[in-house]
C-alpha cells in the first residue's frame, strides 16, 4: 500500500567534524520518500523554485518515488545550512532561507487522496490539517513536528494530535510538548491528546516508542564511520512508516518491527552526506542489517 508525505524539498549546506557538503539534496519529504521507497510505493507533496536540477529531480525517479505533487515556483529552493559539533547530536543552524517554500500551501493531487497511509513532516499544524482535509478516509495518519511549532502554533498542533494516530518526535520536542521531563511521563500526557501512539527518536542513544500500555525501545546501532546526521530523524520515519505500509500490520508487534526498520535506514543515512548513505541500497543489505539489529539485544535467561 502507498504512501503520501508532505513536507519540505530543500537545499542543505552541512558541516561536520567529518567534512563539509554545500548545496547538497535535502529536506524532511526527500529523506522521508527515498527511504520510504524500499518498502511501498511512495508519493511526495512539496514545493520547489526554479533552480531545482533536474539532477536531483532524477533522485526521486530513480527511488521510482511519484513527484506530481511536487509544485516548482517561480524563486529559489529551501536552503538551509548547519554546523555540527563532535556531539553529532548537537547542531548549530547557521541560516535559514525558506525561499518559495514561505508560501507553501500543499494541494494534494486526487491520485494521492485515497492513500491508505500519510505522514505528515515537520510543517506548520495549519497546513497539517489542511492536509488532513484533503484526505479520504487514511488507514493510518502519522507526523513530525518541531519546538517552533510547540512554541508558536501551540492549539493547531494540539488539533492535529487530536486526528493522528502516531507521532513520530525527538526527546527534547516530546519533554517540551508534554511540559515534563521524565520521558514516560512526558508520553502518557501526549498520548492522552489523541494519539495511540508515539515514537520518540534520540539519537546515537536509538528510539523509544511507547504503544499504548507498551514500551518498547532500540538502542543506536554502532557504526565505525560517520559523516551527517542530518536527515536521519525523517530517513527513520520513512523506513518506519514503510514498513507498516507494505507489512499491513499496525498493532503493537507491527509498529515494533517498523521501529528497527526505520533505525536501520537511519543507520545508513548517517554514514554519508545527504542522501549518499540510502539511495544506492538493496534488500539484501537492510535485511542484513535488521538481523544485526536483532543481535544487539538477542539474550538468554538469567
Not at 533552480?51 to 532524477?58: H, K, L, Q, R
Not at 479520504?136 to 494540539?158: C, F, H, K
Not at 486526528?163 to 514516560?184: F, G, H, K, P, S
Not at 542513544?205 to 564511520?225: C, D, K, N, Q, S
Amino acid at each position: 500500500m502507498s504512501i503520501v508525505v508532505v513536507g519540505s524539498v530543500a537545499y542543505d549546506t552541512v558541516i561536520t567534524p567529518y567534512g563539509r557538503a554545500e548545496d547538497t539534496l535535502g529536506g524532511a519529504a526527500t529523506f522521508f520518500s527515498v527511504a520510504a521507497s524500499y518498502f511501498c510505493p511512495v508519493q511526495v507533496v512539496g514545493v520547489v523554485g526554479e533552480d531545482f536540477s533536474e539532477t536531483d529531480v532524477d533522485v526521486f525517479r530513480e527511488r521510482g518515488v511519484d513527484i506530481q505533487g511536487i509544485e516548482r515556483r517561480p524563486g529559489r529552493s529551501f536552503r538551509w545550512g548547519g554546523e555540527y559539533s563532535w556531539n553529532l547530536n548537537e547542531r548549530e543552524t547557521l541560516f535559514t532561507e525558506l525561499n518559495v517554500f514561505e508560501q507553501f500551501d500543499p494541494v494534494l493531487p486526487p491520485s494521492y487522496r485515497e492513500a491508505p497511509h500519510v505522514f505528515l513532516a515537520n510543517i506548520a499544524p495549519e497546513l497539517q490539517l489542511s492536509v488532513l482535509d484533503q484526505v479520504v478516509q487514511p488507514r493510518l495518519v502519522a507526523l513530525d513536528t518541531m519546538n517552533y511549532w510547540i512554541e508558536g502554533s501551540r492549539d493547531a498542533l494540539v488539533e492535529v494530535l487530536g486526528r493522528v494516530d502516531i507521532l513520530v518526535i525527538n526527546d527534547e520536542e516530546a519533554r517540551q510538548l508534554a511540559d515534563e521531563y521524565n520521558l514516560v511521563r512526558a508520553a502518557e500526557n501526549i498520548l492522552a491528546m489523541g494519539p495511540t501512539a508515539i515514537v520518540i527518536k534520540r539519537g546515537e542513544h536509538g528510539a523509544t516508542a511507547f504503544l499504548g500500555g507498551e514500551v518498547f525501545t532500540v538502542p543506536g546501532y554502532p557504526l565505525r564511520e560517520l559523516a551527517d546526521p542530518t536527515g536521519a530523524g525523517d530517513t527513520f520515519a520513512g523506513g518506519f512508516m514503510g514498513h507498516l505500509a507494505r507489512s499491513g500490520e499496525h498493532g503493537p508487534d507491527g509498529l515494533r518491527r517498523a521501529i528497527v526498520a526505520g533505525s536501520v535506514m537511519a543507520s545508513f543515512c548517517v554514514e554519508a552526506f545527504s542522501l549518499g548513505g540510502i539511495r544506492n541500497l538493496d534488500e539484501e543489505r537492510i535485511a542484513a542489517r535488521y538481523r544485526a539489529f536483532q543481535a544487539l539485544t538477542r539474550f538468554g535467561d538469567l
